[in-house]
Each structure stands twice: as C-alpha cells, then as structure tokens.
C-alpha cells in the first residue's frame, strides 16, 4: 500500500452509512476506499453493497458466503462495537451523525418490508437513489441536510446522489409529505407527474399517483412555488403562483388553486389515519388499496358513483371491510386479496 494511502480502519457503520448517503467528509472518504482496497476476497466490497442494498443477511450475487458473518468480520477489524458511538471530523457530529445513522439504519432494516434504499439509476447523466414502499408500508427518513420526508404506502422518491452537495432536486410518483430545511443558495425542489414545485421553508404534501390526471399540492406551514412541469421544460419565464398554509393547488393543463383547505385531512395518512372528504368513491377505493395491500372493486355503479366522507383509523382489513359497506349502503365478498362491493339496492343501468 502506498505510504499516502489512509489505514484501512473504519471506526464505526455511521461511518459507511454516511459514505453511502454522500455525507462523508473526503477524509472519511478515503478512509472508506482504503478500507475497501485492502480486500482480496471482495468480501469488504459485498458487504458494503449489501448495506447499499438494504442489509438482507443473505445474497447470493455477493462474494461472501453470508453477509451477517461479514459483519462480524467486519465489526473485529473495526475494533468498535456498536455501543461505543461515532467518530467522525465533522464539527457537528456528536449527536446529529448519530441520530442520521439511526434513521438511516432503520430505513435499511425496513428494506427487509420491500423498501428499497440508495438503489442508483441512471436517468441522462443524472444519478439519483430511490426510496421505495409498497403497498400497505409508508417510511419516514431524514436526508443529510435535515429534511425529512414520509413516504406513502406503494410510493417511489428518487433523490439525487449528490444532494448532500447541493443538488437538492427529488422525484416523486405517488404520494410523501415533505418537511424542508430551507437553504437560499440550493433550493429544494420536487418534480411529480405534471408539477415541479420548488420550497420556500415549509411543509408540504405532494400527490402524484401513476393513475392520476392531475398533480396536487397541499401546504401545512410555509410556502412553495408551484410550476408546471412543461412549462419548465420549456424555460417559461413567467412568474409561478406561490402556496401558503392552508392552499391546494392542482396541476394538470393549468393550475387550480383553493384557498383555506382541510388539509389536515390530507396529510392525515403521515400519522396512520386515512381522512376522505367527498372523495369519489374510485379514488377512495385505489387509496385504501395501497394502504392496505388488497385490492377493493367497485362491482356497480350504485357503489362507484358515490362520494366517500370517513375516517378509518388503522384496523384490519376485515374491519374496514365493515365500515365500508356499511358507508356505502353496500354488502361486500371477499376473495384472497379482492374485495369486490356490490350495492345493496343496485340501480338498473
């Protein structure tokens, strides 16, 4: 080994999980890749990939036989538990690192529920790491600079590899509640289905399903800007509306904005209560899919041409079954996973 290059000693898996997040000093940087060269076996480098891949104790595309004795391995080489804490140059990182670390590390012991953590794409020449749920599973995470985003049931955030640098741009299909620390000098920004909508301090949730028209925003706190997504494409230099507490906007060919909104109702989800408030009874029932991880059926129009006002705290689905019917004027049959609501006075089409 070159007498320049730094020892291979990692001092604590804060460490790696900062390196993976982009968040790691250059210092830590090259402890990391020195680490890493001193590996004749590539078990240092599957190890690490394991961890990128979200911790599974076992993966048959890795050199080592089984990732959970590498650890061990790797834990004897660190010469540190996990109870001693963090070591790290950064100024701040007596209690803020450790704190990432845990949500981070929670993040990557939830990827054992089908969440997928720092998976890297490449869309031009931008790369970005994608934050996954599926349906019945919503994910809370704090991203390096403090902000923090939760993610609903059957949704999908690709964050920039370099936003600990200041690209602060993520991509969302689905739906997340977003709490920003505000930085003049590198905006945050999010782009979903038809929208690009850019922070000005504040919390927001955005909702962009696959399924959807339209693109809604709903402001809790603060201010966003609110754009659309052709017309930024295009480099429109017109002025974008901006959002405060209480405002929904929605995106489509046009921007809609309603003033003094529920929205309380809306981001209800973040806390594990669904709210719906006249909702159409099909996207209620996509809705409750997600959430629940089955599949509901409106089998008449009688059921489907309703609007929907409840709230279902967390329950069974056996239970919100019964709510539902009973809120719908409905009886309900239930087949593995699908739910199928007939009209208990089914009109003639």
Not at 184 to 189: A, E, I, L, M, Q
Request: hydrophobic share 45%; aromatic share 6%.
């Amino acid at each position: 080994m070159p007498p320049d290059t730094p020892e291979p000693h990692v001092t604590d898996i804060a460490l790696l999980l900062r390196f993976l997040a982009g968040d790691a000093t250059r210092a830590e940087q090259a402890v990391v890749h020195g680490w890493l060269r001193v590996d004749p076996a590539g078990e240092r480098a599957g190890l690490l990939e394991s961890l990128r891949r979200g911790g599974r104790p076992q993966d048959p595309a890795l050199p080592a036989a089984t990732v959970a004795g590498a650890w061990s391995r790797m834990r004897q080489d660190m010469g540190v538990g996990l109870d001693r804490g963090p070591v790290s140059t950064r100024p701040d990182s007596a209690t803020r690192t450790w704190w990432r670390a845990v949500r981070v590390a929670g993040v990557v012991c939830a990827a054992a529920l089908s969440i997928t953590v720092f998976r890297a794409s490449h869309r031009g020449r931008t790369e970005w790491r994608e934050y996954t749920t599926v349906a019945g599973q919503r994910e809370s995470v704090t991203l390096p600079d403090g902000t923090e985003f939760t993610l609903a049931p059957a949704s999908r955030l690709s964050v920039a590899a370099d936003y600990a640098a200041g690209n602060r741009a993520v991509r969302l299909d689905g739906e997340a509640l977003f709490a920003v620390v505000h930085d003049d000098r590198h905006p945050f920004s999010v782009r979903a289905g038809t929208a690009v909508i850019t922070d000005i301090g504040t919390q927001f949730d955005v909702r962009a399903f696959g399924e959807d028209a339209s693109t809604r925003i709903a402001v809790v706190e603060g201010m966003v800007a609110v754009a659309r997504g052709a017309d930024r494409d295009r480099g429109a230099t017109r002025m974008p509306p901006v959002l405060r507490a209480g405002d929904v906007a929605i995106v489509d060919t046009t921007i809609g904005v309603t003033h003094g909104a529920d929205v309380t109702a809306m981001v209800a989800w973040a806390h594990g209560e669904l709210v719906f408030v006249d909702a159409p009874v099909p996207e209620a029932l996509r809705s409750l899919s997600r959430w629940y991880g089955v599949t509901f059926v409106a089998a008449d129009s009688a059921v489907a041409k309703q609007h929907l006002a409840a709230r279902f705290p967390p329950e069974s689905v056996q239970e919100l079954a019964d709510q539902l019917a009973v809120a719908l004027g409905a009886r309900y049959e239930r087949s593995g996973t699908t739910i199928v609501l007939r009209s208990m006075h089914p009109t003639h089409e």
